[in-house]
């Protein structure tokens, strides 16, 4: 089992729609949650970081943490076409290597 | 805003050659960098930690004498692919991880095409 799961099926909606993402993972020693978006051919953007259980808002963007689940989400509200990108979980333990989920291409329709 | 460059944005080299990779922090120090490759459409897969002062640490099946990892100040470490190939040739992307508070910041990506 990899550490950290993302289905990396491509997600088309149309503009304005709420996107919904998630990952889980199975090492319980994961204290940071990470989100990072990336542009084709350009570095990952970090989003959203947190370290707590519950929801995080930035802008339209919702990070939620579920740790007895082993689960996290990121949420988009209002999706725009720049918001197009592939979005990357991240998590790590308190040694500092990050493991990432594979990805999500998100593609917002205008 | 943290900021991490990387140099050159883009390489063309021949088989055989070596080239180098810089990774720098524009406004803070990073004692740890690490060192990224990832193919198209794959996530981003760790080759190295490379810490300031000190050996780096790679991941398995990373070569580290094909990649030289060095990190000579708290603002810059350099990757060198010794002896590059065709299936060498991919986006290479390091992150420094601010000392201050331990996010990982990205670069942009290199990308390197050997023929």
């Known amino acids: 089992q990899k550490e950290v799961e993302q289905d990396p099926g491509p997600l088309s909606v149309p503009e304005g729609a709420i996107v919904s993402l998630n990952c889980t993972y199975s090492?319980?020693?994961?204290?940071?949650f990470m989100w990072y978006r990336q542009y084709s051919r350009k570095g990952p953007e970090l989003l959203m970081y947190?370290?707590?259980?519950g929801n995080k808002e930035d802008g339209r963007f919702t990070a939620q943490v579920d740790k007895s689940s082993k689960y996290i989400s990121l949420f988009i509200r209002d999706s725009q076409p720049s918001d197009s990108a592939t979005y990357l979980c991240?998590?790590?333990?308190?040694?500092?290597?990050?493991?990432f989920g594979k990805g999500n291409q998100v593609v917002v329709i205008p | 805003g943290a900021v991490v460059s990387q140099h050159p944005s883009w390489v063309i080299c021949k088989s055989g050659t070596s080239v180098k990779i810089e990774c720098r922090s524009l406004?803070?120090?990073?004692?740890?960098m690490f060192w990224y490759r990832q193919f198209p459409k794959q996530s981003l897969m760790l080759m190295a930690t490379?810490?300031?002062?000190?050996?780096?640490?790679?991941e398995q099946g990373v070569e580290k004498d094909k990649f030289l990892i060095n990190h000579a100040s708290l603002t810059l470490s350099t990757l060198t692919v010794t002896s590059a190939h065709p299936e060498d040739s991919s986006f290479y992307i390091c992150?420094?991880?601010?000392?201050?508070?331990?996010?990982?910041?990205f670069g942009p990506g290199t990308r390197l095409t050997v023929l």
């Open positions: 991240a998590m790590r333990s308190g040694n500092n290597r990050l493991a």
């Open positions: 090492n319980s020693a994961f204290q940071y």
């Open positions: 947190t370290y707590s259980s």
């Open positions: 992150s420094a991880q601010e000392d201050s508070t331990d996010t990982q910041y």
């Open positions: 490379s810490n300031e002062g000190s050996k780096a640490t790679y």
């Open positions: 406004d803070f120090q990073a004692t740890t």
